[in-house]
């Protein structure tokens, strides 16, 4: 595993209110002191920076900074620039790094993001979620497809990477009309990366009750393979190339920050309920959890020596099927030089997927066939089984 290439992910857990689908790490804006939670950050990544050090990481170059939420475009700019200024002073940034804020697409945050371009950051991704306002509504979104497309008119004026986030496939939608409207809202908008996602009904949300009581209802496998290989086509029609299964993105224009997660790369969590994996100098991948709650993670972390939820080696099988999983995310598919154990490649199971053209290698890499990308974790699951058979 490359030794100098790292990614830090920044988690700001607050929001203006909670979305009846989210299962985040996001909580109701309340009362806080930016000056501690920068004590926080600074002392989090100088504990971080310590243990790399520790691990013989030499010569580290950020690819990627990532402020994830939450809803980090609520932070002051300020804190966001004292952030970035600190990891500064003890690391190295690529010449090409890549600074992402997500950000919701209200005037409150257009008004700020001047403030943040010169903070440093070089990416927006946009929660732009819904195109019309009753797709938005039925997302429990607060601002509207308006509003939302004077923002985002506006603020590629000032940010030219700008990521977009959509939920598509939602029981209130008509496939004609969800065409109609993303090809002209790719008409009317020079986005450079789109990431469209299924609506996931997520365990402990509102719309997971609301699911079971029977009130909401998702759409069924075979309109939601419609929705999604027409919502491929318009995309591909627009010269964005499908990176992974949910994302795309203009030539070089796709996330690095993600990228790490799904290459399995090095790439180190700060803030509430963030994650952290590493690589060590005995090629073993360890895990860092920090403490979920907003208020505990603040506290141990306010302390001189502080402490983390968990820090575990993840298990040598878990962290091979990880690799995997994550890796067949990716239209190029997974690098199986990753991999310690390949002979599940010879399972029946694998070499029948091979045969009907469903699996792929080609330069050492295994890779799902885009046009099953939407049965992506069935095929998942029967090359992991085969793998802990084999
Ligand atoms: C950390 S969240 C959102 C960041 C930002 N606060 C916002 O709401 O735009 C990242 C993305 O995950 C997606 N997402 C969150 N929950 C989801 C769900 N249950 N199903 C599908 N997509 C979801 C949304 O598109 C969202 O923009
Ligand atoms: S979707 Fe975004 S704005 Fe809504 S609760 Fe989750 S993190 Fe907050």
Redesign the pocket.
């Known amino acids: 595993m490359s030794m100098n290439k790292l990614g830090i992910y920044i988690h700001w857990p607050y ?1 203006i209110s909670k ?1 009846p ?4 790490n ?1 909580h109701k804006v309340q009362n806080y002191d930016p000056n501690e939670w920068l004590s926080a950050y600074e002392n989090q990544i100088k504990y971080f920076k310590e243990y790399l050090v520790s691990q013989n990481f030499k010569n580290i170059k950020l690819s990627s900074i990532f402020f ?6 609520l932070m002051p700019p300020k804190l966001v620039e004292k952030i970035l200024l600190f990891i500064n002073k003890l690391f190295n940034f690529d010449k090409n790094i890549e600074i992402t804020l ?3 697409p209200t005037n409150l945050e257009l008004n700020k993001i001047s403030d943040f371009k010169s903070a440093g950051v070089n990416r927006v ?5 819904g195109l019309n306002d009753r797709d938005l509504k039925y997302l429990g ?1 607060l601002h509207n497809a308006s509003e939302t497309f004077v923002v985002l008119d506006l603020m590629q004026k000032i940010i030219d990477n700008i990521s977009v ?3 598509y496939a939602l029981s209130c939608q008509n496939l004609e009309i969800w065409n109609h409207e993303l090809q002209t809202f790719l008409k009317n908008f020079s986005i450079k990366h789109l ?1 469209a ?6 365990k402990g ?1 509102k ?1 997971y009750h609301l699911f079971n009581s029977g009130e909401l209802k998702t759409v069924s496998d075979n309109l939601y393979k419609e929705f999604y290989f027409s919502t491929k086509n318009i995309l591909k029609d627009n010269k964005f190339d499908q990176y992974e299964i949910s994302n795309f993105s203009k030539p070089n224009f796709f996330s690095k920050h993600n990228t790490i997660y799904w290459k399995s790369d090095n790439w180190i969590g700060v803030g509430p309920g963030a994650i952290s994996r590493i690589w060590n100098d005995k090629n073993e991948r360890i895990e860092f959890e920090n403490f979920k709650k907003p208020e505990t993670w603040l506290k141990n972390c306010l302390q001189k020596k502080i402490n983390l939820k968990k820090i575990l080696t993840i298990d040598f099988d878990v962290s091979e099927q990880e690799i995997l999983m994550m890796g067949l995310r990716l239209n190029e598919g997974v690098d199986l030089n990753k991999l310690q154990h390949t002979t599940f490649l010879n399972n029946d199971e694998v070499l029948h997927l091979q045969k009907k053209g469903i699996i792929n290698i080609k330069k050492n890499k295994l890779m799902i066939h885009q046009n099953y990308f939407n049965v992506h974790d069935y095929i998942v699951r029967k090359i992991i089984d085969s793998y802990l058979s084999s």
């Open positions: 929001c979305c689908y989210c299962d985040f996001s994830g939420g939450g809803t980090p475009s997500e950000s919701n991704s946009l929660g732009v979620q979104r986030d959509l939920i990431s996602y299924q609506l996931v009904i997520e949300t719309f």
